[in-house]
C-alpha cells in the first residue's frame, strides 16, 4: 500500500511537473513567437529524465498546437504572406519528416549536440536586429527550395519548428518587414511540426501523457502570452531570453546536468 501511494505521488508530480513546463513553454512563444520547444526539451529531458528522442518528438507535437494558434492570429492581423509562406511551408514540411528520420535513427549524444548548437544560433539571432535589406537577395528557384528543405531538415533534426531561422530567411532573402516576415514564419511552423511530429510518433517517441498535459497549459498561456507581448518591453524579454537559450545550447554541447 505504501509502495502504490508513493507510486502515485510521483506520478502527481510528474503531472504538476508537465503542467509547469507547458505554462513556461506558452507564455514564452506567446510574448516573444519562439521558444517554445527550447523550453520544453530541456524541461523534458533535465527535469523528468526523458529520453533525448522522446523530448523531441514531444515537444514537435506540442508546438503544432501553439504554432497553429499563433498562425492563426497572426494572419487574421494581416500579417502573413500566404502566398510565399505556403510554398515554403509544403517545402520545409518535406525536410522536417527527412530530418525527423535522421534523428530517430542517431544517438542521443549527436541529437543532444544538435539542439545545443541551434540554440545558441538561436541565441545569437535573438540578440542581433535583423535589418530589412534595400533589395532581396537575386537567387535561382533551386536554390530557394533546397534552403527551405535544408531548414526543415534541420527542424526535424533538433525538434523544433524553427520560426526564428525562417524568419530571417524571409527578412534576407525575400526582403519582408520583420513583422511580416515573423507572421509568415508562423504559417510554416505548424507545417514542419507536424511533419517532424509524425515521423517520430511512428517510431513511438511521443509521449502522449506529456503531449496533453503540456498542450492544454500551453494553449491558455499562448494566448496570454500573445496579448501581453503588446505592452511589455519585447527588447528585454528577448535579451533575457536569448540568454536562456546560450546557458542551455553550453549545456546540451557539453553534456552536462544543469542544477534546475
Excluded at 513553454?25 to 523534458?44: R, S, T, W
Excluded at 511533419?195 to 511521443?206: D, E, I, K, Q
Amino acid at each position: 500500500m505504501k509502495d502504490e501511494r508513493l507510486n502515485l505521488s510521483a506520478v502527481h508530480m510528474m503531472e504538476i511537473v508537465l503542467l509547469m513546463i507547458g505554462l513556461a513553454a506558452g507564455f514564452v512563444f506567446g510574448m516573444i513567437g519562439v521558444g517554445g520547444g527550447y523550453v520544453i526539451i530541456p524541461g523534458l529531458i533535465y527535469i523528468l529524465n526523458f529520453p533525448v528522442h522522446v523530448a523531441l518528438g514531444t515537444s514537435l507535437l506540442v508546438s503544432l498546437i501553439g504554432a497553429s494558434i499563433s498562425a492563426i492570429y497572426r494572419y487574421l492581423g494581416g500579417d502573413v504572406k500566404l502566398a510565399e509562406g505556403l510554398i515554403w511551408a509544403i517545402c520545409a514540411a518535406c525536410g522536417a519528416f527527412l530530418g525527423a528520420h535522421i534523428a530517430c535513427e542517431s544517438p542521443p549524444w549527436l541529437i543532444r549536440s544538435l539542439f545545443g548548437i541551434i540554440c545558441i544560433l538561436a541565441s545569437v539571432l535573438m540578440i542581433t536586429k535583423k535589418k530589412e535589406r534595400e533589395r532581396p537577395l537575386i537567387m535561382s528557384l533551386k536554390s530557394l527550395i533546397s534552403i527551405s528543405i535544408l531548414m526543415g531538415i534541420i527542424s526535424g533534426l533538433t525538434g523544433v519548428p524553427g520560426g526564428i531561422f525562417y524568419a530571417t530567411a524571409f527578412v534576407l532573402l525575400f526582403n519582408m518587414p520583420i513583422r511580416i516576415a515573423a507572421g509568415t514564419a508562423s504559417l510554416v511552423m505548424p507545417f514542419t511540426a507536424f511533419s517532424g511530429a509524425l515521423r517520430f510518433y511512428l517510431s513511438n517517441f511521443v509521449d502522449t501523457t506529456a503531449f496533453i498535459i503540456i498542450s492544454l497549459a500551453a494553449t491558455i498561456t499562448t494566448v496570454l502570452g500573445i496579448k501581453l507581448s503588446r505592452k511589455a518591453p519585447a527588447h528585454k524579454l528577448r535579451k533575457a531570453f536569448s540568454m536562456y537559450l546560450l546557458y542551455v545550447g553550453v549545456v546540451m554541447l557539453l553534456g552536462l546536468r544543469p542544477q534546475l
